[in-house]
């Protein structure tokens, strides 16, 4: 294998040689020399996408690519192509010796020194006055003079090889030699036509016999090709947090292996494929393996960068205490070496972890920044904007508003900070960064009550930004979607959007996890609403035994848990488990959002076991709060618990107002739980204001009879919503109270009717065949993961 030398390049050599020789029209000097320093230039980092469709890699593997881009162009010479012209100067290189002379010509394509100058004026040499030099410092020039370089310090046997592979290369081009004369009739050599020698003699089979044994990925690919691809993949596998797909591992070890060569690059693309997989012990040994070679080479320059990476493997494994360590150690090393990019992102990814892993954070003995989370925040701004790191300051604003957000402030000021990350992101193209943006606005709106506006946002992350955000934002987006299909009682769809997620990422095991969590948590409140204990006893167990550290997904778990012991009827254990998780919230200054949810479950729970005045001042706290941080879905669930306590104690005007001024808002969410419970408190207040109407009047008649009609059409929606989200018991519920209203209007048939069907709906809802979603189709469900997530 050549260092650099390779097939593909000796037919980028010809193109240059084409240009300088002016053939080449006016037309196609720009595609022609774009497409040069396409394969030449290695495109940057954010534009990794661009550069994997612009044929680099088919250019490696066929000459195919090289027809496509000349055969449209006309030459100067009339008549010819430039395809015509490319492939005459490429069959004219008719044997090894061919090649040598091809080479040393390319001196010819450079700007003469003044000493060649000199010694081309005395011997009476001219160039042709269309002549094209090349700079010897240009693009191209650098190209020609390090090609010529290379192959002058190649071995006799790897030169040999170069040519085989040449010959191998060119060959689906032979039948254009009909049309070019004075070239090698056999297509391999000439001194073989010359001889008259056919495949079979004894002379030709020495020579080319071995031809089509040569190794294919060895003889088209050289170590520079290799190292540029290692970089590629690196920069994806870091930038995108994927695996690599089995093919391409596949492809990566054949080109590695035969080199005989030790790349650091490779150890490093082990290192993340290891990580993400969740190999701790291969992640370890190949990233101590890429910095030994890289800090011999590198004289410890990059010894930051091996214990930055060593704190977020530590980390994302559980290990906080060896985490704070080695980020510690790597804080201390830039700022020796006075590298500020790694110390500013080295503090972001601390203030990160204090905030996203409190209590472990805290457990593992870490004290704090720089003063307060915003103060850290404030000096991390300070810093990106004097270093000029633009991703940097984008992600701090982002975590500016994400920390607004978490501690209840100024919605618009989160916005303004979401906007000014977004400005930057534009101005700066910095693509990695436009998921975590649209995740933050898709966060707001959903805060706000726009459920409509949040998916929007998911949905064009999913559509128009996949490609360049990370999977873990990807997935969650993915995750988002379904969760609030949940809410609307489109379980199915939900659970097929997670199910519709590729393969490739369930190999990764921090997202594995992650998707696994979400479709058990929907699968948990699925069998809540259906009142399948059994089942829901089941999930809570496998869910629990994953051990989730995600914050999000440990929230969601405790819902889930509060929810099955109301169900079970173990309200004392609901009630300490509300408890334990308020405290820990307050004590780890949890989101707003998370700790307000709990004061409403405490109030639910105080309603649930007939003491709803107790919940009172839990609920107007809750419902206070929730208004001055907009969190308008926490809202309106606590004033619909203050609601319910006004109907217990009589004051069901007060209710109504209360539910008339939050159900229009709440139908906007389109979480069906929530809007089936309000519609059932606004039916209780109107069967109150009925109580409450004179009998002796006509006018009281009157109205007690249309307020009881309201109270049935709010029933009639609380059972329609309770129906969509599969809420056995609320809609069974929602039956007894229309039998009731029957009743006391003296309609016996009527209320034996919908007894009736009370009985109905709730024998269907025993004999209901959960399998799919119960503990069996779980096991399933798991086991079938599991083997996809094996890596």
């Not at 593909?8 to 002016?22: E, N």
């Not at 037309?27 to 680099?56: E, M």
């Not at 990764?508 to 204990?533: C, E, M, N, P």
């Not at 809802?765 to 469900?781: L, N, V």
Request: aromatic letters at 8%; proline letters at 3%.
């Amino acid at each position: 294998m050549s260092r650099y030398l390779t097939p593909q390049k000796i037919s980028l050599l010809v193109l240059v040689s084409l240009y300088c020789d002016s053939v080449v029209p006016s037309s196609a000097t720009i595609p022609i020399l774009s497409f040069i320093v396409s394969h030449l230039i290695p495109a940057a980092p954010s534009n990794s996408h661009k550069h994997i469709s612009n044929g680099s890699q088919d250019a490696v593997s066929s000459v195919r690519v090289f027809e496509d881009v000349s055969l449209s162009y006309a030459s100067s010479i009339p008549g010819r192509t430039l395809l015509d012209l490319f492939l005459k100067k490429m069959w004219e290189i008719t044997s090894f010796d061919a090649l040598h002379s091809f080479f040393d010509s390319l001196g010819d394509l450079l700007v003469r020194t003044r000493e060649e100058a000199d010694r081309d004026a005395a011997g009476g040499i001219i160039a042709p006055p269309d002549r094209i030099f090349l700079s010897r410092i240009s693009p191209l020039g650098t190209f020609v003079r390090r090609a010529q370089l290379e192959f002058t310090r190649l071995q006799f046997h790897d030169a040999v090889k170069l040519w085989f592979a040449f010959l191998k290369y060119r060959a689906p081009t032979a039948q254009w030699t009909r049309r070019v004369a004075g070239v090698a009739g056999s297509g391999i050599d000439i001194n073989i036509t010359d001889l008259g020698l056919q495949p079979g003699d004894g002379l030709f089979e020495v020579a080319y016999g071995n031809l089509d044994d040569t190794d294919e990925v060895e003889e088209m690919v050289s170590l520079d090709d290799i190292d540029r691809m290692l970089d590629f993949q690196v920069d994806r596998l870091q930038r995108l947090g994927c695996r690599l797909p089995d093919d391409m591992e596949e492809q990566l070890r054949n080109m590695v292996g035969p080199s005989g060569t030790v790349l650091r690059q490779s150890h490093l693309v082990k290192f993340f494929d290891a990580w993400r997989a969740g190999d701790y012990t291969s992640a370890f040994d190949n990233l101590h393996r890429y910095y030994d070679y890289a800090m011999q080479t590198r004289d410890k320059m990059h010894y930051q960068y091996a214990l930055l990476h060593m704190a977020i493997l530590q980390a994302d494994f559980g290990c906080f205490s060896e985490a704070i360590a080695a980020i510690n150690e790597t804080i201390a090393t830039a700022r020796e070496n006075q590298d500020m990019s790694c110390l500013n992102f080295s503090l972001s990814w601390l203030n990160h972890m204090s905030k996203a892993y409190p209590k472990q954070m805290k457990g593992a003995g870490y004290m704090g920044m720089i003063g307060s989370e915003r103060d850290g925040l404030i000096f991390l701004k300070a810093k990106a904007r004097e270093t000029k790191m633009y991703s940097l300051l984008s992600s701090t604003l982002l975590n500016e508003a994400k920390l607004s957000l978490s501690n209840g402030e100024s919605v618009p000021r989160a916005f303004e900070h979401t906007y000014q990350a977004a400005h930057l992101n534009i101005r700066e193209n910095i693509i990695s960064n436009y998921g975590g943006q649209m995740l933050l606005q898709s966060t707001i709106f959903s805060r706000l009550g726009v459920t409509h506006l949040s998916s929007v946002y998911c949905e064009i992350l999913l559509h128009c930004y996949n490609i360049n955000s990370p999977i873990e934002e990807n997935v969650r987006a993915v995750c988002r979607c379904a969760y609030m299909a949940a809410q609307a009682g489109r379980y199915d769809e939900g659970l097929s959007m997670l199910e519709s997620i590729e393969p490739d990422v369930h190999r990764t095991l921090k997202l594995h996890q992650y998707i696994v969590s979400y479709t058990g948590i929907i699968k948990v409140k699925r069998a809540l609403r259906r009142a399948d204990l059994v089942a829901c006893s089941h999930l809570l167990s496998q869910l629990r035994s994953g051990a989730a550290l995600d914050p999000e997904i440990s929230f969601l778990l405790s819902q889930c848990r509060i929810a099955h012991l109301t169900l079970s009827g173990r309200f004392s254990d609901a009630f300490n488990l509300i408890e334990d998780v308020g405290s820990e919230l307050k004590d780890e200054g949890a989101d707003l959002y998370q700790r307000i949810s709990m004061l409403v479950a405490k109030a639910t729970l105080f309603a649930k076991v007939g003491r709803p005045e107790k919940g009172f001042s839990v609920a107007l706290r809750a419902a206070s709060t929730a208004y001055r941080a907009r969190l308008m879905p926490c809202l309106w669930e606590a004033v619909g618990c203050v609601a319910n306590v006004l109907n217990a104690v009589g004051e069901s005007r007060a209710a109504g107002r209360l539910l008339d001024a939050v159900i229009p808002q709440a139908l906007e969410s389109s979480d069906m739980a929530l809007c089936a419970t309000l519609y059932s408190f606004q039916a209780d207040a109107y069967m109150g204001m009925a109580g409450e109407e004179d009998e002796s009047t006509s006018t009281g008649l009157r109205q007690r009879a249309a307020k009881v009609s309201k109270a049935e059409l709010y029933i009639d929606s609380a059972r329609e919503s309770f129906k969509r989200t599969e809420d056995i018991q609320g809609e069974c519920e929602m039956l007894a109270k229309k039998a009731l209203i029957a009743k006391l209007r003296g309609d016996d048939k009527l209320a034996e009717d919908w007894a009736e069907n009370y009985l109905r709906t709730r024998d269907a809802a025993g004999e209901r065949d959960d399998s799919a979603d119960g503990a069996e189709g779980w096991e399933r469900g798991m086991g079938r993961r599991n083997g996809e997530g094996e890596g």
